[in-house]
């Protein structure tokens, strides 16, 4: 009975000692743990602060102002039968493939909170629209880590098709029993003038003058950048004492025999072990590896989509308060990781026969420039553009099967002559 009560415990204990280690590591290597930690920061300052704060200020205007929710009813015929979540999952979804990782839990997390979708409409959302930023992998990944500009369209194609499949596989979970949102209950009427009614009814609701949700919108958003500085530093310390003691290292053949069974080239043991962690870090490893180019894109393309345990820390803490659950997002990262890597491998071999070569490589420089060197609007204009196209296609399928089922409706009435 006592081994049961510490069995129960373990996990606590176990915590309790990876603090203690990293606090002593930090002791023991000050100058590894500031280096680390000014490393982080300057990756958050020059690529992630720049990239997310204009588009949580504006995502937090769009919720006030009700267009979030006039975006939900518009979209709501695209989004329930494809994922089965409310229309205002596309606008997470188009968020987050504008400014890549936390966008999507920080808009999913206030959803749920406005009751905006239900627990499970939240954990399916969370499933798919964890996506990173383009830019990302077409600018750091493709140009900057694998020097062939070729390959961004490959490795981003693989990214949002595994996306994709992820979200329609969600779209049957937690199905029994499910309560749904009120929006996704009331479709009477015309869908453009619900669309303007419900927009009109969430600005009541909120209630806040434009300057007090102006104020409120930037301190909710700067408060939310400093937390994700706080993650990105921490683990940039955690993985350079992990690497400095050795951990790293008596991990690697446990995991070179996993990738030896495989089929798939042991070095990449150091990029997986580095990805399982911190994206960055893992894509670098898996470029710099001395493998075949397939296997090792195939790896990144896994890590990309895997997000690291720093990803998963921030949507952790950003969720905290609601009633989502981490389990069926960390199931889904597995999945994403599995998918973009099999898609990878099945996209590579149609690398050279693309017709798209010249148009890829005249624009190669421009997506390699939109990296954390680019000028603030050339980032800020492309995400916008690629939001935009999202939130475009969407209507225009939510178009589509509106006109679908108006035509089916329209075959069943009877005409009767007099």
Known sequence: MEWRRIWVKLPAFFLAGLVVLATLALVLYPKDGFEAALSGMKIFWEIVFPALLPFFILSELMLGLGVVHFIGVLLEPFMRPVFNVPGVGAFAMSMGLAAGYPMDAVLTAKFRRNNMCSRIEGERLLAFTNTADPLFMFGAVAVGMFG??????????????????????????????????????????????????????????????????????????????????????????????????????????????????????????????????????????????????????????????????????????????????????????????????????????????????????????????????????????????????FLFLAAAGALTITLVNFFRRLKKLKVIWF
Do not use: C
């Open 148 to 389: 062939e500009p070729r390959l961004g369209m490959i490795i981003a194609l693989a990214h949002y098709l595994a996306a994709f499949t992820v979200g329609v596989l969600f779209r049957f979970y937690g199905a029994r029993g499910e309560v749904r949102t009120a929006e996704a209950n009331d479709r009477r009427g015309n869908i453009l003038i619900r669309a303007l009614r419900e927009l009109h009814r969430a600005k009541v609701r909120d209630g806040r003058p434009f300057g007090k949700l102006m104020g409120d919108a930037i301190q909710d958003s700067v408060r939310t950048m400093f937390l994700i500085l706080g993650f990105i530093m921490l683990f940039s310390v955690v993985v350079q004492v992990l690497t400095k003691w050795g951990v790293l290292g008596l991990l690697m053949p446990l995991f070179a025999k996993i990738l030896s069974v495989l089929g798939l080239d042991p070095n990449l043991t150091r990029a997986v072990i580095s990805g399982i962690l911190e994206i960055d870090i893992g894509t670098l490893a898996a470029s710099q590896a001395q493998a075949p180019l397939a296997q090792r894109v195939m790896i990144a393309s896994a890590i990309i989509a895997w997000s690291g345990l720093s990803v998963h820390g921030q949507v952790a803490s950003v969720i905290n308060g609601t009633d989502i659950r981490m389990g069926p997002y960390v199931v889904a990262r597995f999945l994403h990781a599995f998918f973009a890597a099999a898609y990878t491998a099945l996209l590579l071999p149609q690398l050279p026969n693309l017709t798209g070569q010249a148009v890829l490589a005249t624009f190669a420089p421009t997506w390699g420039a939109a990296t954390a060197s680019a000028p603030f609007l050339s980032r800020l204009s492309y995400a916008s553009w690629l939001a935009g196209s």
